[in-house]
């Protein structure tokens, strides 16, 4: 387990490098909704470490991309729908992401920085810990160890206490450990956690707490994050896109068996076949699924509200910028690939 001077030097690390801050799910009830707890309410949560030592913190993060759609191919009656895709810059280096590699560009030109933030990566944590105190009318699951997917307004006040030098322990640490209150309010129409914060004392884990422990073990939080995409699954990423900024419906025949959107009946039996990967998928759960589906995130109440859609003035803006370089037919939409052409060569 790591220090808290190690975790406060690599915190400061990540922010002198600027990689520092920029959101009911999993089948079963591992996961503790904090989201739906009442307005005005309080849950308390112990954060524990991760069961990975070699891990400097006490969370994982992940980097997901949305990805909207239309609709679905073959299937009239369907509503839009999102696919959530994971950033390679997880894992790999700035611009691995065939994604992120187009909008960094969009955000030159005023016009395009809506859609930007559209398609930029969201950021949430994975933590696992006990809820010591559950304002949430649910049954506590066999193994109470739960596990909490973090949002990023969520996690600046964790982070923050941490770096602040007058927090001397460890919050994880079984004997002189710090409880996490989270508060949920609202701000106009969204939740709103920013009154969250640590118990001002210290507190022992109890005999109930370090025998679950000792039962079920801690969670590798590692097995939590999505699989890194192969140089194929880059390729189908970078296919849906462009698919999703030129408005077009999910195609599951070339992407049923790659990535799908949460909650969706598909038949993949004719789709393009995935032909592996370059890192093995994590198991998490007993019997993992075949086809990397969607991860399926319901947690709205906290979630970031997603990017508005570009004003019509805008819209003209960025269609003027293609024409400049590729024009369209009289009345035609500009594909993704036109915008993507016309960012690219304002880019250079």
Known sequence: MASLAEIRAKLQEQDNRGGGNQSSGG????????????E?????????????????????????????????????????????????????PVGSCPVL?????????????DMGRKYWKKRS?????????????????????????????????????????????????????????????????YADYSTSSWARRERSLNSDERAAIDTYGLYNLNDYLPKQPSEEELRVIGEMFEASVDGKLYDPAAWGNFYRPAGVQIDTSNSAPNTGSASPAPAPAPAPAA??????????????????????????????????????????????????????????
């Open 27 to 38: 089948g079963d009830n591992a996961i503790f909704p904090f989201w739906n707890i009442p």
């Open 40 to 92: 005005n309410s309080t849950s308390v949560i112990r954060f524990l470490p991760d069961g990975d030592t070699s891990n400097t913190f006490f969370w994982r993060e992940r980097q997901m991309i949305r990805l909207e759609f239309a609709g679905v191919e073959g299937q009239p009656d369907s509503r839009r729908v999102t696919v959530n895709v994971p950033c390679n810059e997880m894992w790999g």
């Open 101 to 113: 590699s187009e909008v960094r560009n969009w955000f030159k030109d005023p016009s395009l920085e």
């Open 125 to 189: 944590y994975v933590f696992q810990g006990f809820v010591v105190e559950n304002s949430l009318d649910e049954e506590t699951p066999e193994n109470p160890i739960r596990r909490f997917i973090i949002n990023p307004s969520i996690f600046n006040i964790i982070k923050g206490a941490l770096m602040d030098s007058d927090f001397e322990e460890l919050p994880t640490d079984y004997e002189a450990g710090t409880d996490f209150r989270l508060t949920k309010t609202t701000k106009g129409q």
């Open 291 to 348: 086809t990397p589906v969607a991860e399926t995130v319901t947690d709205t109440g906290w979630q970031e509200p997603a990017a508005p859609v570009t004003p019509p003035a805008q819209q003209e803006q960025v269609a003027e910028t293609v024409a400049a370089t590729a024009p369209a037919a009289e009345g035609e939409k500009p594909s993704a690939q036109d915008i993507l052409a016309a960012i690219r060569a304002r880019g250079n």
